[in-house]
């Protein structure tokens, strides 16, 4: 529960990290949510930063479109538009295998 805490702190505020300073400080936690699932204890390389940050901004933008939306979390179909289009953008980025499904799943249950 304090995990969830932390983080619902750190995506209301915003944390700023010097090293990715071209991400607005709320993208902030989805770029470590990525990154920590993707490279657990991995070390990650500059080309593999440069994917997840354009895969962060991509989305988090839709993130913020859909959940908008009047009544998202009432709405069935939405939802699952938005784990598609948030699937297609993983898919796309090639940070991970396309037959590792399972990655992919998690990863955007823990966005």
């Known amino acids: ?5 932390v983080f619902l702190d750190r995506a209301k ?4 990290d010097t ?10 936690p989805f770029f470590d949510i990525i990154k920590n699932t993707l490279f657990e ?3 990650v390389k500059v080309v593999q ?3 997840i940050i354009e895969l962060t901004i991509e989305i988090f933008e839709v993130l913020i479109k ?3 939306t009047v ?16 699937s ?3 898919k796309a980025s090639r940070l991970i295998k396309i037959s590792d499904i399972a990655m992919k799943d998690e990863l955007i249950e823990r966005i």
Do not use: C, Y
């Open 1 to 5: 529960m304090q995990d969830l805490k």
């Open 13 to 16: 505020e915003g944390r700023w």
């Open 19 to 28: 090293a990715i300073d071209w991400l607005e400080p709320k993208q902030m």
């Open 41 to 43: 204890k991995e070390e």
């Open 49 to 51: 930063v440069s994917k």
């Open 66 to 68: 859909e959940l908008s």
């Open 71 to 86: 009544e998202f979390w009432n709405d069935a179909i939405a939802q699952k538009k938005l784990k598609r289009q948030m």
């Open 88 to 90: 297609d953008f993983i």
